[in-house]
Structure formats: structure tokens, C-alpha cells
């Protein structure tokens, strides 16, 4: 079956083009807000090592939630879960909005609101990847995955120069525009016909941290997911702590909020072309050598961006080192959501995504106090020393390197579907 068939089939699922269209909506007014929270965390201090503490505050609560809200997943009716997580989000973002179109936003209301939306999206990420499976054919999880992709990178292109051009406006209005994209995405979900019931009903009788292990464990003896998590963590942290610098330097220099806006915009633009010819790519690259690639692509641009503060340059750096982030991430994606048996899919999606995510929090704020201790220079070459790094798990993995196409992947580990 050609890529482009598939794509077709896929967009024939009813279920899975609500779902898509729904969280289209919401992943737009996110990447509003998280490119304004350092922006609103320095006019509020400013300070470049306190800009960077909301943005910390929400990969903070997915952290410290990621775990439990795995388990939970695992335990609940998935659509409850997506249903209660959009409302979260609705209401967190709606008081950051009702705050500072009022003029009353603190910190520590950001930094608190930050966190909760951090736990909300704890939820939301697994029951989504669980929900996908039940929607999805087996067959289709690679290119349902690089749909998510194309849309997620489409809402970040949009969401960037769109929050920038809102904050300008007035700091209250892309949570104000978030918050209601959280409840289209509520209302999304209602339409839903494929059932999301909880996959396992009799999990309430075994204990609350035996089910985290049982997750972590997963994620541990798979050699192949362990290697992509491992590096997963540090290539985040690495590319958080670029980005943000970045970010804060940018500011400090005097650049426009919509000018910093396009940076994120023109690496996001590549990385959209390259969602769109994802579908292509997974069904001729084995995934293994396509995952090293990746990050050797990124390793390699970073190091120029500490010479620049040019808003064009720094873009089409990012731009050549995101073009293949899209097919990664869809293959590993798809990877993942195949082979864990079903009952599995919240506690080793959380797990993965606690190893692969546990440091970024430190990011943001490491990034601040780098700039005003060393300056912005050395603090992105310092972050490029991160990303160097952060190859080896995977160059060090036979599995990795084994790793071929999707039609190659095992059709199941475990218990199966």
C-alpha cells in the first residue's frame, strides 16, 4: 500500500478526524501559551532567571503527575480521562486569562497554573495514545502518527507568531484563546463513537506503586524503548535548555514578542514538510538509523545559533535540525503503541515519558542562570554540548541499530492487543 492510500484510509475514520480536528484546536492555543509564559514571567520580574520559571512549572507537573496519571489511565474509562483533562486545562488557562486582562497576574498564580496545566496534560498524553489504538488499525498506527505530527507542527507554525501577535495586544489573550480550545476539544470528544472503556477493570486490586513498576519495568527490559527514553531525556533537556536560551536572549536584546514569534515559526515550518512526507519516509527508512539521524542533524546545528541573534539564521538552523524530528518521532511512536498490550498503554506511555522528560524541567531555569552568569554564548554552546552528548544511547544500542521499518516491527509484546 502506497503512503498516500494510506493517508486517504486513514482520513475515512470518522472517529480518528474528530479527535484530530478537536485537539487541532487546543494544540494551537498551547503553543500560544507557552511561547508568552517566559515572555509575561520576565515583564513581571525582570528577570531572565525567574522568566523561565513558569515554563519549568508545567514540565514540572507532567513529571510529578506522569506516574500516577499513568496508572490511572490504565484504570479509568479513557474517555472520562480526555474529557476531565480537557476541562482542567480550560480552567486553569481561563483564570491565567481572567488574572491578567484584569491586571492582578502574579508569579505565583503563573507558576501555580503552570503546574496544574502540567498534571492535566499528564493525563491527556496517554489516554490519547491508548485512545488512538482502539481507533486505529494496527496497520495505520505509523501514519495516524504522522497525522498528529503534521498537526501538531501545524499548530506550533500558527501558535507562535499568533501568541507573539495576541501578547502585543494585551498579556491576557492567548490564555484566553487556549482555554477555549481546551473546551472544543472537550466537546470533540463527546462525538466520539469507538468505545474507550478502561482496559483492565480488575486493577484496582493490585497495588498502586506495583503498577508503576510494572510500567517502569516494561520500558526498562525493552531494549529498544529504553534507548530512544534514554536519549529522549537528554536531547529534550538539551534542546529545552537551547530553546529557551534562545528564547530569553532574544528578549534581552530587544527583539519584538512577534519576532521571536518567527523563530519558532520558520523551525516549525521545515518541521511541518517534513510531517508531510513522513508517510514516505517510515515506509523506506528503517527506524533505527532514522532515530541516530535525527539527533545527529540536531547535534550539528545548534553549535552555530551561540554566534547569531538573527531571527532568520537562528530559524533555518532549527529549521534543518527539526526537518526529520516529525518521521522520529511518528515511527517511535507507532513503535510503541504496537507493541505494549493494551492494558499497558497509560503506565509505560507515562513511564516512557517520565525518563524521557524527567529533566527538562531544569531547562528553562538552568537556561536563565546560564545567561546571567556566563552570557548567552556560552550558555547555547554549553546547551550544544548537551545535545552532542545526548547521541549516546543511541549510537551505543545494537537494538537501535537493528531497528528496521514498521513492516519488520514484532506484532506484539506481551498479552497482545
Do not use: C
Not at 480537557?86 to 501555580?112: E, K, N, P, Q, R
Amino acid at each position: 500500500m502506497s503512503s498516500r492510500t494510506g493517508v486517504r484510509e486513514l482520513w475515512r475514520n470518522r472517529d480518528f478526524a474528530i479527535l484530530w480536528s478537536g485537539e487541532a484546536v487546543s494544540e494551537l492555543g498551547s503553543a500560544m501559551s507557552m511561547l508568552v509564559l517566559p515572555l509575561i514571567g520576565y515583564a513581571i520580574t525582570g528577570s531572565t532567571a525567574q522568566a523561565g520559571l513558569a515554563t519549568s512549572a508545567v514540565l514540572l507537573g507532567g513529571v510529578v503527575a506522569g506516574l500516577p496519571a499513568g496508572v490511572l489511565v490504565d484504570r479509568w474509562a479513557r474517555r472520562r480521562v480526555l474529557l476531565a483533562a480537557s476541562l482542567a486545562g480550560a480552567t486553569v488557562y481561563g483564570s491565567l486569562a481572567a488574572a491578567a486582562l484584569a491586571d492582578h497576574l502574579t508569579l505565583t498564580h503563573l507558576v501555580v497554573a503552570g503546574f496544574l496545566g502540567g498534571v492535566a496534560e499528564s493525563f491527556f498524553a496517554p489516554a490519547t495514545s491508548a485512545a488512538i489504538r482502539k481507533i486505529v488499525p494496527r496497520e495505520q498506527l505509523p501514519v495516524a502518527f504522522s497525522q498528529l505530527e503534521a498537526r501538531r507542527h501545524a499548530a506550533q507554525l500558527a501558535g507562535s507568531p499568533l501568541g507573539g501577535a495576541l501578547y502585543s495586544i494585551s498579556r491576557g489573550l492567548p490564555f484566553l484563546v487556549d482555554a477555549v480550545s481546551y473546551s472544543v476539544v472537550a466537546l470533540a470528544i463527546t462525538r466520539l463513537h469507538t468505545p474507550l472503556p478502561a482496559p483492565d477493570r480488575d486493577a484496582e486490586a493490585r497495588g498502586f506503586l506495583a503498577d508503576i513498576r510494572e510500567g517502569l519495568g516494561f520500558v526498562w527490559k525493552e531494549p529498544v524503548i529504553r534507548a530512544i527514553m534514554l536519549w529522549g531525556g537528554a536531547i529534550n533537556f538539551s534542546v529545552g535548555l537551547v530553546l529557551v536560551t534562545v528564547t530569553l536572549r532574544l528578549v534581552r536584546a530587544g527583539v519584538h514578542p512577534a519576532a521571536i514569534g518567527a523563530v519558532d515559526a520558520i523551525a516549525v515550518a521545515a518541521a511541518l514538510v517534513g510531517a508531510m512526507v513522513t508517510p514516505w519516509i517510515l515506509s523506506r527508512a528503517r527506524t533505527g538509523a532514522m532515530t541516530i539521524a535525527t539527533g545527529l542533524l540536531l547535534a550539528v546545528v545548534v553549535i552555530p545559533i551561540a554566534w547569531t541573534s538573527n531571527v532568520v539564521i537562528i530559524g533555518a538552523l532549527l529549521a534543518v535540525g527539526f526537518f526529520l524530528l516529525p518521521a522520529n518521532n511518528s515511527g517511535i511512536s507507532a513503535y510503541m503503541v504496537s507493541v505494549v498490550p493494551d492494558r499497558l498503554q497509560g503506565r509505560v506511555h507515562s513511564a516512557g515519558g517520565f525518563i524521557a522528560n524527567g529533566v527538562i524541567p531544569i531547562a528553562p531555569v538552568l537556561a536563565g542562570v546560564l545567561i546571567g552568569v556566563a552570557g548567552g554564548r556560552t550558555a547555547t554552546l554549553i546547551g550544544a554540548a548537551f545535545v552532542a552528548l545526548s547521541l549516546l544511547p543511541l549510537v551505543s544500542s545494537s537494538a537501535i541499530r537493528g531497528l528496521g521499518r514498521p513492516d519488520s516491527w514484532a506484532a506484539s509484546v506481551g498479552d497482545g492487543p
